[in-house]
């Protein structure tokens, strides 16, 4: 009431006007969006926290006496009213004009009209684009013979000027830097996009333009008389391994065509050094090439420095190159303590890791890990032990390359290709039971060279699972017992071989290295994995044994069965700079077959929590309709086979490195098969968008650089679980009941 009370125009200096809309129209709606015209707007107004000038409101808390510390500290934490510019307002129209002389519109007009109201204005830029220019004629004159075949012959198809397009700047700008790029990446060392000049002559009342093309000769800034342009060479290749001064006495090694010059000792395999390097000897020079060089380089984690120097031979039309390369330090610890208060229980973990970055000189990275914790349990009856007791042990052996019959090592360097081995044991104690989880995989790596692509192939990962003790008393109250048998539960604590074979693509619209938040950008991902197929033919050749269950086993342990398939889209919409759009999709369908009647538990999807349905809490969604009341074994029951998941999310950002959400969930989670022990939970195409549930709430995040800390807060609006007053929380809300609070790291999607 009070910020609602303030009058903003006691801030506003007598003359001035405040700047309180601004709108962008054109005659051409297909121009307006494919320009963006209104990304052109000089002058802002406000910014809004969804929808409202909430920083304004908070200045205007500060009055009008500056000496008080109060009204300092308010207009620092606010924003200032934000007054008309005629300046910036001039400035929004040559810049609008620009980008449409640039696209062909070379009559265009930007008009702009004041609706002033008081101490406040609205601005309106009306834009009139006309007719737009086009290519009647393209003369090319090359005045280098050498390059008249590239130019002339070899590349016209691929010219970005044709007759009858439009007139473009951009176009022109593109041609001359995709001709330059051309020559250099065909040996043609010292040619730049400057060596080429566009003319233009526009036909009297006409809207046609003849364009010309001129390619000059090579000349050095007028110190030199014009001469035809090198074709250049690569000579002698050089790698200078930890050299501080290539003058400095060193070692050398002469190997297939390259020099090795180090001091002292030579850190990487000879081998990995060429294969990464696209820079060869007696070859034309490339562009493309070189500058693939070095980031081939920089992939290599055993590389901290590296720098390629080219040197023209005096008199000749040879390149020398030097590439230098200086190691990282191999060797790294790490050491990491945690502690945790789970529901009261107090516990802590330890671990420590070593990594080799460079384990046989060929930037294979070797890391070993050690962890364990201990928890204090309370609360437990019937059983002998209180305490809980993890111990792990992890090593995995990256290499920096594919390694697979057939493939070709410079296919693997320019597609960033690797291969992991890994091998994990992990001990569980509980009073309830001890677990041991055996798990070796080898995965392969790669991408596309825009590094948009991901793709990862997991060629095997073997799962074993074995539960040498169980407690009579667990056994007794969960397993065994008659009328509380749980198929779910029981399942998952006996040995089980999981043999897993899968593939990952995952594509970035704006690269692997980008960040999507706040702009225009999708990235879609899919896998696929299967399991027990190979072992289900062995055993059924060799015509196996059976256990009690009549599944096949193999070396007297059942193996699971299944086929995954997970399809997940995002994509984010960019409003203005403080203001975006995000939507994500996902679906997994999962589905047990053969040697198995349901998915081990770490395959199962759950719903709910910070990257899921948020108005519910962890793993506390589904599925169907189901409403577990066994509170003990829920975390089971709460799992299925198939998984949808909708969010559609509103980004603000607020002030210095804190943005605001507001956002929508739907989403649940189904079995294929009915359970008993899940009723209501199975996949119906006729009832299941009725068992959807729906849920919003608002966010708070932190970009701290590195990653992003994120506070959500969500309310169920529809609880497929319940039916009457209870299914619709929105209406009906139960604060203890529909809310949930999620701490996470990183954005939802």
Same mark, same amino acid.
């Given at each position: 009431?009070?910020?609602?009370?303030?009058?903003?125009?006691?801030?506003?200096?007598?003359?001035?006007?405040?700047?309180?809309?601004?709108?962008?129209?054109?005659?051409?709606?297909?121009?307006?969006?494919?320009?963006?015209?209104?990304?052109?707007?000089?002058?802002?107004?406000?910014?809004?926290?969804?929808?409202?000038?909430?920083?304004?409101?908070?200045?205007?808390?500060?009055?009008?006496?500056?000496?008080?510390?109060?009204?300092?500290?308010?207009?620092?934490?606010?924003?200032?009213?934000?007054?008309?510019?005629?300046?910036?307002?001039?400035?929004?129209?040559?810049?609008?004009?620009?980008?449409?002389?640039?696209?062909?519109?070379?009559?265009?007009?930007?008009?702009?009209?004041?609706?002033?109201?008081?101490?406040?204005?609205?601005?309106?830029?009306?834009?009139?684009?006309?007719?737009?220019?086009?290519?009647?004629?393209?003369?090319?004159?090359?005045?280098?013979?050498?390059?008249?075949?590239?130019?002339?012959?070899?590349?016209?198809?691929?010219?970005?000027?044709?007759?009858?397009?439009?007139?473009?700047?951009?176009?022109?700008?593109?041609?001359?830097?995709?001709?330059?790029?051309?020559?250099?990446?065909?040996?043609?060392?010292?040619?730049?996009?400057?060596?080429?000049?566009?003319?233009?002559?526009?036909?009297?009342?006409?809207?046609?333009?003849?364009?010309?093309?001129?390619?000059?000769?090579?000349?050095?800034?007028?110190?030199?008389?014009?001469?035809?342009?090198?074709?250049?060479?690569?000579?002698?290749?050089?790698?200078?391994?930890?050299?501080?001064?290539?003058?400095?006495?060193?070692?050398?090694?002469?190997?297939?065509?390259?020099?090795?010059?180090?001091?002292?000792?030579?850190?990487?395999?000879?081998?990995?050094?060429?294969?990464?390097?696209?820079?060869?000897?007696?070859?034309?020079?490339?562009?493309?090439?070189?500058?693939?060089?070095?980031?081939?380089?920089?992939?290599?984690?055993?590389?901290?420095?590296?720098?390629?120097?080219?040197?023209?031979?005096?008199?000749?039309?040879?390149?020398?190159?030097?590439?230098?390369?200086?190691?990282?330090?191999?060797?790294?610890?790490?050491?990491?303590?945690?502690?945790?208060?789970?529901?009261?229980?107090?516990?802590?973990?330890?671990?420590?890791?070593?990594?080799?970055?460079?384990?046989?000189?060929?930037?294979?990275?070797?890391?070993?890990?050690?962890?364990?914790?201990?928890?204090?349990?309370?609360?437990?009856?019937?059983?002998?032990?209180?305490?809980?007791?993890?111990?792990?042990?992890?090593?995995?052996?990256?290499?920096?390359?594919?390694?697979?019959?057939?493939?070709?090592?410079?296919?693997?360097?320019?597609?960033?290709?690797?291969?992991?081995?890994?091998?994990?044991?992990?001990?569980?104690?509980?009073?309830?039971?001890?677990?041991?989880?055996?798990?070796?995989?080898?995965?392969?790596?790669?991408?596309?060279?825009?590094?948009?692509?991901?793709?990862?192939?997991?060629?095997?990962?073997?799962?074993?699972?074995?539960?040498?003790?169980?407690?009579?008393?667990?056994?007794?109250?969960?397993?065994?017992?008659?009328?509380?048998?749980?198929?779910?539960?029981?399942?998952?604590?006996?040995?089980?071989?999981?043999?897993?074979?899968?593939?990952?693509?995952?594509?970035?619209?704006?690269?692997?290295?980008?960040?999507?938040?706040?702009?225009?950008?999708?990235?879609?991902?899919?896998?696929?994995?299967?399991?027990?197929?190979?072992?289900?033919?062995?055993?059924?050749?060799?015509?196996?044994?059976?256990?009690?269950?009549?599944?096949?086993?193999?070396?007297?342990?059942?193996?699971?069965?299944?086929?995954?398939?997970?399809?997940?889209?995002?994509?984010?919409?960019?409003?203005?700079?403080?203001?975006?759009? #995000? *939507?994500?999709? =996902?679906?997994? %369908?999962?589905?047990?077959?053969?040697?198995? &009647? $349901?998915?081990?538990? @770490?395959? +199962?999807?759950?719903?709910?929590?910070?990257?899921?349905?948020?108005?519910?809490?962890?793993?506390?969604?589904?599925?169907?309709?189901?409403?577990?009341?066994?509170?003990?074994?829920?975390?089971?029951?709460?799992?299925?086979?198939?998984?949808?998941?909708?969010?559609?999310?509103?980004?603000?950002?607020?002030?210095?490195?804190?943005?605001?959400? #507001? *956002?929508?969930? =739907?989403?649940? %989670?189904?079995?294929?098969?009915?359970?008993? &022990? $899940?009723?209501?939970? @199975?996949? +119906?195409?006729?009832?299941?968008?009725?068992?959807?549930?729906?849920?919003?709430?608002?966010?708070?995040?932190?970009?701290?650089?590195?990653?992003?800390?994120?506070?959500?807060?969500?309310?169920?609006?529809?609880?497929?679980?319940?039916?009457?007053?209870?299914?619709?929380?929105?209406?009906?809300?139960?604060?203890?009941?529909?809310?949930?609070?999620? *701490?996470?790291?990183?954005?939802?999607?």
């Amino acid at each position: 009431m009070l910020i609602g009370a303030c009058s903003v125009e006691k801030y506003i200096p007598e003359g001035e006007h405040m700047l309180t809309g601004v709108a962008v129209t054109c005659d051409d709606e297909e121009v307006m969006k494919t320009y963006r015209l209104g990304d052109y707007v000089t002058q802002q107004t406000n910014s809004k926290w969804f929808g409202a000038r909430v920083p304004l409101k908070i200045y205007m808390l500060s009055g009008t006496d500056t000496t008080k510390r109060s009204c300092r500290f308010w207009r620092k934490l606010g924003e200032a009213p934000v007054l008309y510019d005629s300046v910036k307002s001039e400035r929004t129209k040559n810049d609008i004009e620009q980008v449409l002389n640039n696209a062909g519109y070379m009559k265009a007009e930007v008009e702009e009209f004041k609706m002033v109201k008081g101490k406040k204005m609205n601005v309106l830029y009306n834009v009139h684009p006309k007719e737009r220019y086009t290519i009647r004629n393209i003369h090319r004159i090359v005045e280098d013979r050498g390059l008249r075949h590239f130019i002339m012959v070899e590349d016209t198809t691929n010219s970005l000027l044709r007759t009858g397009l439009p007139f473009e700047v951009t176009a022109l700008n593109g041609e001359r830097n995709r001709i330059a790029a051309h020559l250099r990446n065909n040996g043609y060392y010292k040619f730049t996009k400057d060596d080429i000049r566009f003319s233009a002559d526009t036909a009297r009342n006409s809207t046609e333009v003849d364009v010309q093309m001129r390619v000059k000769l090579q000349q050095d800034n007028g110190r030199t008389e014009a001469r035809e342009h090198k074709q250049y060479t690569i000579g002698t290749v050089k790698f200078l391994t930890d050299v501080t001064n290539p003058n400095e006495p060193t070692d050398s090694i002469h190997y297939k065509g390259y020099d090795f010059l180090y001091q002292e000792n030579l850190h990487f395999r000879k081998r990995l050094l060429i294969s990464h390097s696209l820079v060869r000897p007696n070859e034309l020079y490339n562009d493309n090439h070189y500058r693939r060089t070095y980031t081939n380089y920089a992939r290599l984690g055993a590389i901290s420095f590296s720098n390629i120097n080219l040197t023209e031979r005096p008199g000749s039309d040879t390149l020398d190159c030097n590439i230098i390369v200086n190691h990282a330090k191999p060797h790294s610890f790490g050491f990491d303590v945690e502690a945790t208060n789970s529901a009261g229980d107090l516990g802590a973990a330890l671990s420590t890791s070593y990594q080799n970055k460079n384990l046989f000189r060929g930037s294979e990275s070797f890391t070993f890990k050690i962890r364990g914790a201990y928890e204090a349990i309370t609360g437990l009856e019937g059983y002998d032990g209180n305490n809980y007791v993890e111990l792990g042990a992890e090593s995995t052996l990256g290499f920096p390359m594919l390694l697979f019959p057939y493939v070709k090592r410079e296919w693997g360097t320019e597609h960033n290709a690797s291969s992991e081995i890994a091998l994990q044991y992990n001990l569980q104690n509980r009073p309830e039971f001890q677990r041991r989880v055996l798990t070796a995989a080898w995965r392969y790596r790669w991408n596309n060279t825009n590094q948009r692509v991901q793709h990862r192939f997991d060629l095997l990962e073997v799962n074993y699972v074995y539960m040498p003790w169980i407690s009579k008393t667990f056994k007794e109250q969960y397993l065994d017992s008659l009328g509380r048998t749980n198929a779910i539960l029981k399942y998952n604590y006996e040995n089980l071989l999981i043999t897993k074979m899968g593939y990952t693509y995952s594509y970035n619209s704006l690269g692997a290295r980008e960040q999507t938040y706040g702009k225009n950008a999708y990235t879609v991902r899919f896998n696929i994995e299967t399991s027990g197929n190979v072992l289900n033919a062995i055993t059924r050749l060799a015509n196996g044994k059976r256990n009690s269950a009549g599944q096949y086993t193999f070396c007297g342990t059942a193996f699971a069965q299944y086929v995954r398939g997970d399809f997940d889209y995002s994509k984010s919409i960019r409003i203005d700079k403080n203001n975006s759009v #995000a *939507f994500h999709g =996902a679906i997994g %369908i999962a589905y047990p077959y053969g040697n198995s &009647d $349901q998915l081990p538990f @770490e395959k +199962r999807y759950f719903a709910g929590g910070a990257n899921s349905v948020r108005g519910w809490s962890v793993r506390s969604l589904g599925p169907g309709t189901y409403n577990g009341k066994d509170k003990g074994i829920n975390f089971l029951n709460q799992s299925g086979d198939i998984k949808l998941d909708l969010s559609l999310e509103y980004r603000a950002q607020l002030f210095w490195k804190f943005s605001g959400a #507001a *956002f929508v969930d =739907a989403g649940n %989670i189904w079995t294929i098969r009915e359970y008993k &022990d $899940q009723p209501g939970g @199975e996949f +119906r195409f006729g009832t299941f968008w009725k068992e959807i549930a729906l849920s919003y709430g608002i966010g708070l995040r932190m970009d701290a650089n590195f990653f992003i800390v994120r506070f959500d807060a969500g309310m169920k609006a529809i609880d497929p679980a319940y039916t009457g007053r209870k299914h619709y929380p929105i209406l009906h809300h139960d604060f203890d009941r529909d809310f949930a609070f999620h *701490f996470a790291v990183g954005l939802p999607f």
